[in-house]
């Protein structure tokens, strides 16, 4: 049993003064309470506010960040970007693949995120076509290793087009049919430690048929999270209205019953159909604000979806940042350069954008993974970050106007990371040359 004292802690509900709280050795909030007084015992901390749920990763990704950020064609894109990624997808093993996610599953953790959804794709192990399992293990294992709580999605993608094309060659590594998606899965469930789950993930309404998709849901069931790609492209909104006379939001939900164990990730290009559909039915928007900000994907409509009251989560995606402060920056600075205005994420209850955007991204990333929760009730994970009152940029600010000051100004000021009440160090040097070493192969 442990105890802490905080002079300030954000709560779902706002925040809260001199709390009081107790940890059991499976790092669970078992006590707490508000205006309190500190123990002679107890762990003081000044500010913290709860870990991030981390809600899409391509943790392969990680290895190509900064190396795309060069002219390719007249008109560079999401695709051609596409295209050089496939490159990366394509030369790496489950070897590699384990001392990658090892390595950036710890940055994740870090940088304040306590939790990932794996979207995970590549399959096949390299060289060895029939092998489909190993690759999902070295992510089950690195995450174990790591410490980070995992949902891995294992991605059903089995053509290019909408109309049924096949895939190409450089997404080969990726393919399984219904049966072997089934077999993988039910494989999986076996092989998952403690704080690790399993949810369906279909890659994108151009990438399975509906057909499938019901398939495998018959199959597995939907009360384990659900997630895909949708409405990132405008070229994917009108290839697929072309194909269906439907948008993609409205052609989903035309088919399924969505509802909040769906997670729809990007969904950037929405009309207001769309939106009030997300948004009646509890499903997640998962957006990845640096990812779609560096790939020009576009805009998500916030304010509306806002005031709908949607739930949203955050992705570091491809990992050209890892960094929740960061994507929650760009997520409110990408609205107020579209909408020509200051603020524009708060409510009537919570003025500060930082912490109306924190706690919506917590509130949304736990059910976009069915994650244990993080923070100070009772039956939450102790998984918190410590702010560094100490930084001078934070001199005599409360608790809200701290956590504005990391998402807009410095988000360096960080004390601690503690993952079930205790703190997480840096990784050793073992993993970081092993790290090295792989993406010294890979370049």
Not at 24 to 35: A, K, L, R
Not at 274 to 286: D, F, H, M, P, V
Not at 298 to 305: H, I, S
Request: hydrophobic share 35%; proline share 3%.
């Amino acid at each position: 049993m442990k105890s802490f004292f905080f002079h300030e802690a954000l709560f779902p509900s706002g925040w809260s003064k001199d709390v009081r709280i107790d940890v059991d050795e499976n790092g669970t909030v078992t006590s707490s309470v508000v205006n309190s007084m500190p123990n002679a015992n107890d762990e003081i901390i000044d500010c913290a506010i709860p870990a991030m749920p981390n809600c899409h990763s391509h943790v392969f990704q990680r290895t190509m960040a900064g190396l795309t950020e060069y002219k390719t064609s007249e008109n560079d894109s999401f695709w051609s970007w596409r295209n050089l990624m496939y490159e990366y997808a394509n030369k790496i093993n489950s070897e590699q693949l384990y001392h990658i996610a090892r390595y950036v599953y710890h940055e994740m953790l870090l940088c304040g995120y306590s939790s990932v959804c794996e979207f995970h794709y590549i399959h096949r192990e390299l060289n060895n076509p029939e092998d489909t399992k190993s690759m999902s293990l070295a992510i089950i294992q690195a995450a174990h290793d790591a410490g980070i709580e995992l949902t891995l999605l294992p991605v059903l993608y089995q053509q290019s087009h909408v109309d049924g094309t096949p895939l190409t060659k450089s997404q080969e590594r990726f393919y399984l049919s219904n049966k072997d998606y089934i077999e993988l899965y039910q494989a999986l469930e076996k092989q998952l430690y403690e704080n690790q789950k399993l949810g369906i993930c279909f890659h994108s309404l151009r990438a399975v048929s509906i057909e499938n998709m019901q398939i495998v849901l018959d199959e597995l069931g939907n009360n384990q999270p659900i997630h895909i790609h949708i409405s990132e492209q405008v070229a994917e909104v009108e290839q697929l209205f072309e194909h269906t006379n439907m948008r993609p939001v409205e052609y989903l939900f035309h088919n399924f019953e969505v509802n909040s164990n769906w997670s729809l990730i990007h969904a950037t290009h929405l009309n207001d159909n769309e939106i009030n559909l997300i948004a009646k039915s509890g499903a997640i928007a998962g957006l990845c604000p640096m990812t779609e900000a560096n790939l020009g994907d576009g805009v998500f409509p916030l304010p509306v979806y806002f005031r709908q009251n949607g739930k949203m989560a955050i992705g570091s995606d491809s990992h050209i940042v890892i960094n929740p402060f960061q994507e929650l920056q760009m997520l409110e600075y990408s609205q107020r350069l579209q909408l020509r205005q200051r603020v524009v994420s708060s409510n009537s209850k919570t003025s500060h954008v930082g912490t109306f955007l924190w706690n919506n991204a917590v509130s949304g990333g736990k059910l976009s993974g069915q994650f244990c929760g993080n923070g100070f009730n009772v039956g939450d994970k102790a998984n918190w970050i410590e702010i560094d009152t100490r930084n001078p940029l934070l001199t005599n600010l409360n608790g809200e106007q701290c956590l504005d000051t990391l998402v807009f100004v410095d988000s360096n000021a960080i004390a601690s990371i503690y993952r079930n009440a205790q703190k997480i160090q840096k990784l050793n040097d073992k993993f970081t040359e092993n790290y090295k070493k792989t993406l010294k192969s890979l370049r």
